[in-house]
């Protein structure tokens, strides 16, 4: 018998089997139905994932900005309660 979370998993698997097969049908049908060449589809491909990096960049530059505020903060907290002992 199957464990429910083994189950599960393996339902997860086969949906995201499916997702896929899905996804390359619709370009091939692209390719194929509405002649859209192979290498403007590598070309938008390459420009979104030039844009998802740029935008996990600035997320993280702004994550480590808040974090060395933060950390400065909490120094000059820190060393204003030892100068006032």
């Known amino acids: 018998m199957i464990k429910p979370k083994a189950k599960q998993n393996l339902k997860q698997r086969s949906t995201w089997i499916a997702a896929m097969v899905a996804c390359f049908a619709f370009l091939l049908m ?4 509405y002649k ?21 960049a600035l997320a993280a530059i702004l994550g480590w900005l808040i974090s060395m505020r933060q ?13 006032a002992k």
Request: hydrophobic share 55%; net charge positive.
């Open 30 to 33: 692209a390719v194929k139905v």
């Open 36 to 56: 859209l060449s192979v290498s403007s589809l590598l070309l938008n491909l390459l420009i979104m994932l030039v844009g998802l990096l740029v935008i996990i």
């Open 71 to 83: 950390n400065r903060k909490k120094f000059e907290t820190e060393s204003r309660n030892k100068k």
